[in-house]
């Protein structure tokens, strides 16, 4: 969609964050983890309003990171149906719950566990943006 890099020897990324999750006090707090790593950051609090914002943002967003556990579309949905449209975007998956690790849902896309520390989202959010890891749509 649209860059996918990382500033050279630093935290800081270049590029935009479609960043889901239901809960707005994990909202609230994850969005303070990333608040210095340069990257725009959206929020959505569905995954209904994801897939809204997604097609009619102007600028595409380079990376998604969503939850899992969320009343109608779940996590694992929206991200199906955002690589559909968009194949090459990463999304990594968020989730307090080990149900989904049980289901499988990590072998299609990475699956961070909360709770998780500054360092571990951002290294795991610099894996995707510099294309380490590859997930098939």
Known sequence: MGRKRALPGGDAFV???LYVEDNVQIAEITC???ED???EI?????AEEALRLADEEESAFDIVLT????PGISGVQLARRLNRR???LPIVLVSGFSEELALGYGAQYE???KPFTRGALLECL???LDGAVYQHA
Do not use: T
């Not at 959206?42 to 569905?46: D, G, M, R, T, W």
């Not at 939850?67 to 969320?70: I, Q, Y």
């Open 15 to 17: 590029g935009r964050l």
């Open 32 to 34: 303070l983890l990333l």
């Open 37 to 39: 790593s340069g990257l």
């Open 42 to 46: 959206v929020q959505a609090h569905s």
């Open 67 to 70: 939850d899992v556990v969320m």
């Open 86 to 88: 968009w194949p090459a």
């Open 111 to 113: 699956l961070l566990r």
């Open 126 to 128: 610099q894996r995707h």
